[in-house]
C-alpha cells in the first residue's frame, strides 16, 4: 500500500533551518510529482511546493519562493524541503503529498510539526 | 485564484443532508477538487475534477459546478463524514486551497 511517512521536524529559531524528509513507499515513485503542503495550527490547508517527477521542474507558492527548495531522491525513494530564513508564522504541520496526473493529492503522509519559536 | 467556501460552520444531524459550497475568484473550468480531514488526521481526496469520485469513497458523496461555483453534497450523513471540508483547484499555478467548512454535529 502507498505509504508517505515525514521527518525531520522540531522546533527552530526564527531565521534558521531545517530539512524534512518524506519517505516514499508502496508504489513507483520516480514516475510521480510530489507536493509539500503545510497547514497552521487550527488553521486551513496551504500549498508549499512540487516538484516533477524527475526533479527537473520545481513550482512555489510565492511566500516561499527563494526561501524553501525541494528535492527528491529517486534511488531512495525520498522527498525533501529545504526551509530556509523560518518565520513565526510557518509554524505548521508540513505534510507531503503523492500528485495525481491533475495535480490534485491522491495519498498524504501523517505530517511533521515544525514549531518556528524563540 | 482566491477560493471561499461557505458556510464557515454547517451544524447538521446524521441522516441529514449537507450542501457546501465554493466560489473562485475566476473560472477554474471544472478543475476542483474536494478533501475532507478528520482532527489529527491528513486530508482525504474526495472528488476530483468537480464531479468526479475518488477510489473508495461512497456514493453518498457528490460534486458538482464548473467556472466559479461548485458544490459538495453529502446525501446522507453518516457519523463518519462529521469533518472540515476543504476545495481545491489545479487551473493553474499557483495551486490553492479554500478555507474550509467545517461540519458538524
Known amino acids: 500500500q502507498v505509504q508517505l511517512v515525514e521527518s525531520g521536524g522540531g522546533v527552530v529559531q526564527p531565521g534558521r533551518s531545517l530539512r524534512l524528509s518524506c519517505a516514499a513507499s508502496g508504489f513507483t515513485f520516480r514516475t510521480y510529482t510530489m507536493h509539500w503542503v503545510r497547514q497552521a495550527p487550527g488553521k486551513g490547508l496551504e500549498w508549499v511546493a512540487a516538484i516533477s517527477y524527475d526533479g527537473s521542474n520545481e513550482l512555489y507558492a510565492d511566500s516561499v519562493k527563494g526561501r524553501f527548495d525541494i528535492s527528491r531522491d529517486n534511488s531512495k525513494d525520498t522527498l525533501y524541503l529545504q526551509v530556509n530564513s523560518l518565520r513565526a508564522e510557518e509554524t505548521a504541520v508540513y505534510y507531503c503529498?503523492?500528485?495525481?496526473?491533475?495535480?490534485?493529492?491522491?495519498?498524504w503522509g501523517q505530517g511533521t510539526l515544525v514549531t518556528v519559536s524563540s | 485564484i482566491v477560493l471561499t467556501q461557505s458556510p464557515a460552520t454547517l451544524s447538521l444531524s446524521p441522516g441529514e443532508r449537507a450542501t457546501l459550497s465554493c466560489r473562485a475568484s475566476?473560472?477554474?473550468?471544472?478543475?476542483l477538487a474536494w478533501y475532507q480531514q478528520k482532527p489529527g488526521q491528513a486530508p482525504r481526496l474526495l472528488i476530483y475534477?468537480?464531479?468526479n469520485r475518488a477510489t473508495g469513497i461512497p456514493a453518498r458523496f457528490s460534486g458538482s459546478g464548473s467556472g466559479t461555483d461548485f458544490t459538495l453534497t453529502i446525501s446522507s450523513l453518516e457519523p463518519e463524514d462529521f469533518a472540515v471540508y476543504y476545495c481545491?483547484?489545479?487551473?493553474?499555478?499557483?495551486?490553492?486551497f479554500g478555507g474550509g467548512t467545517k461540519v458538524e454535529i
Open positions: 503529498a503523492r500528485g495525481t496526473t491533475n495535480h490534485y493529492f491522491d495519498y
Open positions: 481545491q483547484h489545479r487551473n493553474n499555478w499557483p495551486l490553492s
Open positions: 475566476q473560472s477554474v473550468r471544472s478543475h
Open positions: 475534477d468537480a464531479s
